[in-house]
């Protein structure tokens, strides 16, 4: 028995999105940001006697034409108009087709449209007797998980199935599940609010694995909140510390981030960037969203200032376009993020995901304009607004992304970082590398005058600053931001910057 495990991708036509990274993989000569974890998890849960090919979209485009037994498609709700479509084709060839994933698992009378059979919840207690059934010639319509799996027992991805090579960065999940219940968030719905962990000894499994693929790379810790029990993330960061990794991503709560000994110890153990949902800086709105709890925007600045004093970057989000949120709700935003020296921000348009308590009141209020599930990905306005309109969420979230991404005003704010030592180089690095130098001509024949300016200060710049995180994502968010108003200024034209590394 073949299978063929189906990752979709965005069509060209639907717009460019936040983490497509567009300039950053075409810099360094890669096809996507990071790779997909369900994937790689399913073909490990798969029994040994069935052979498993995983495609990414993202990174290889799909052969329909090669000679499989069963398709088995995971996705996102932004991603469901081409995931079926991919389905319909299989099916056109008389392949049986399973629906997955949370958008599956929150619409499955929607997935079971365009496939044989859809499973419902996470796949690890699940996923060998759909396998079984289908051998049998017994797929069943619908496969629904009766709860939330013990994730200790699962076993460690089959990362060797994917073109690792790829790929910006490895990704790698260790815990599953959020006790807290924002309304616009699903994975409380799909995940439990229950925090359950994958066991240590895997996880570091999975690390080495890694690591041998590429050593060079940095890992994102994809884990909703990576700090929520602090005595388990405590042990993760120290068995971290002796692979010595470049540099990794994670996400966690504000209200955990104060903790000066946790801190020390994930600067240690090789974390560089937390990813932080600060949401909103009116506290009212942070209230409407069931967030105020965690948040609250009187500490926002201090816990910052915390983090940084220790070494790290805090990367925002924010999410504008709430019924409560005031007309100065965009100037608000830009200013603390200003005001607190945080270099790099998502700006998300409010968005009513199935399975959501705020997908539920809004359709209770008959307020659910949209449902293109193409343009459910936070850069739309799909539900009717109560003070203002879709085109004014619209364009005002594009100005303010073009104002926080305007050269001069990043490097001020990059600048102000490297002084207190984040975003540096620690260990001495040589000055006048290869590298530095073909950046530096290349800076000089691009036709924009505050692009070169900026290529050629951060270059220079006697702090030595992180190449990547300082000079990549800079140029990278530049260019989405100027390139949804169509101004395609964007670095992506000097292709070869690193061929010649």
Known sequence: MKLKLIAPARKPEWGEEFWEMRTLTDILRRKSNQPPLALPTLAALTPSDVEVIITDENVEPIDFDEEVDLVGITFFTSLAPRAYEIADEFRRRKIKVILGGIHASMLPEEAIQYADSVVIGEAEELWPQVISDFQKGNLQKVYKSLGFPDIAKSPVPRWDLLKTEQYLIHAIQTSRGCPFNCEFCSVTAFLGRKYRWKSLKNVIKEVELLLQLDNKKGIFFTDDNILANLERAKNLFNALIQFKIKGWWCQASLNKLMNDALLNLMYKAGCRVIFVGFESVSQNTLSRMDKSGINEVKKYEEIVRKVYSHGIVIFGSFIVGNDTDEDSIFEDTVRFIEDADIPFSMINILTPLPGTKLWQRLQDEGRIAEKDWGKYNGEAVCFKPQKTTPAQIQTKRSQILQEMYDYPVLYKRLSRLWKSGVLVRKRKRKFF?????????????????????????????????????????????????????????????????????
């Open 433 to 501: 590398s290869k590298y530095r130098i073909i950046l530096t001509f290349k800076s000089l024949i691009t036709n924009d005058i505050k692009k070169t300016f900026f290529m050629l200060k951060i270059l220079w710049h006697r702090r030595v600053p992180s190449i990547v995180n300082s000079l990549f994502l800079g140029l990278n968010f530049h260019d989405y931001a100027y390139r949804l108003s169509g101004d395609d200024k964007s670095f992506r034209n000097l292709l070869n910057v690193t061929r010649n590394k």
